[in-house]
């Protein structure tokens, strides 16, 4: 099976669909890899590292028009996709849930396979290949980072010959994937940490890293989730954003990852909520993109409230570009590993639960 890998198109990405390492990984099971020359380089990955991996050389327009499989973070344009050999696969972050568009827009393009990464289920076959947990892992990690960055004041409890400083107070709502992490370098910088979370089965986790998990009664059921948030009653959010209230108050540092899969991300943190919180705090919404757990949050933006900064940036992964890029490779790599024959081959079998579930468009056409 023939490879491309694509300089990625988008403003401000600086990662890349497969680092060096996996391309090695790659070539071992007897695939033919093939790269746009340059693709590497804001991940800090040079085309040399690439070469030594065993990929080739080639422009973008014989990528697309030889690979069997082309890889990219972000979707492709329709010129892109036009040059797409028939029955050829591409794979990326479609997110289709936020999207609205994207399915129709891909389903002009009947006669190529469009796998969508952010639409792997939450199995256990498919964890290794979950995108969206490894950027997730990377995200929680860069926030609060971020935030210690514009807090200004120490993260740790420090005693000095000038008088002590107290820790700050970190308080993270969601415990999934990125609160978690967030939580784990909050502590590690020593911090005390606060989390909220719907979901039952956070608690334990929580309180495993150090942290203070703090409930609010009355959520809705998540066991049939698949490991998803899910969309809570009004009266419950009501007594969870009054809580959230009463905690942020007195925080330091608001770090928000709180989402619903297809959903808009709930408010969780009001106008109201920010006026009462001490100047100098700080807010980190990772939730920006569907449209922010901080009332105030404006996604691609920091700006300030009376003394807040607010931080919207559901893109933090970005910020390390080479760990994400390696991730990222290892997810599709473990996806590939079901599909590829000892000989390199491919052998989509599309009728698969993941491929199924990560497909768009109106690919199923092709296949039938």
């Keep these: 099976m023939k490879i491309g890998i694509l300089q990625e198109t ?87 849930y936020n999207d609205p568009d994207i399915e129709a827009r891909v389903g002009r393009f009947p006669l190529v396979h469009v796998l969508s990464l952010d639409m792997m289920p939450r199995t256990t076959i498919a964890q290794s290949m979950d995108v969206l947990s490894s950027m997730a892992s990377i995200a929680g990690y860069q926030a609060v980072l971020a935030g210690a960055a514009l807090l200004p004041r120490y993260f740790p409890m420090l005693i000095t010959a000038a008088g002590s400083i107290p820790p700050a107070k970190v308080l993270v709502l969601g415990a999934g994937v990125a609160g978690l992490q967030a939580i784990a370098t909050a502590r590690r910088l020593g911090a005390t940490v606060e989390a909220f979370d719907t979901r039952a089965a956070a608690k334990e986790e929580v309180l495993s890293l150090g942290a203070k998990f703090v409930e609010v009664e009355g959520a809705v059921d998540d066991r049939g989730a698949g490991g998803y948030a899910v969309q809570q009653s009004e009266e419950f959010l009501a007594r969870q954003r009054a809580e959230v209230q009463a905690r942020a108050s007195k925080s330091d540092v608001v770090i928000c990852t709180a989402q619903v899969r297809g959903r808009k991300a709930p408010i969780l943190l009001t106008a109201e909520t920010v006026g009462q919180m001490r100047p100098g705090s700080v807010v980190v919404d990772l939730a920006a993109s569907t449209g922010g757990n901080c009332e105030l949050t ?60 990560i497909r768009i468009g109106k690919a199923d056409a092709a296949a039938s």
């Design 10 to 96: 988008h403003p401000g990405e600086t990662r890349i669909a497969f680092a060096p390492k996996t391309v090695e990984k790659l070539v071992q099971m007897r695939c033919t890899v093939f790269f746009e020359p340059g693709a590497g380089l804001r991940s800090s990955f040079p085309d040399s590292e690439y070469l030594s991996a065993g990929a080739t050389k080639a422009g973008r327009t014989d990528l697309l028009s030889d690979c069997d499989l082309v890889a990219a973070i972000h979707p492709l344009s329709d010129a892109d996709l036009t040059r797409i050999k028939p029955d050829g696969v591409v794979l990326g972050l479609y997110q289709p």
């Design 298 to 357: 404006q996604d691609g933006q920091t700006v300030s409230v009376n003394g807040v900064t607010i931080l919207g940036n559901s893109h933090l992964a970005a910020r390390q570009p080479a760990d994400a890029s390696t991730l990222l490779g290892n997810n599709i790599l473990n996806l590939l590993k079901l599909f590829v024959d000892k000989n390199g081959q491919a052998a989509f079998d599309w009728n698969h639960d993941i491929l199924r579930a």
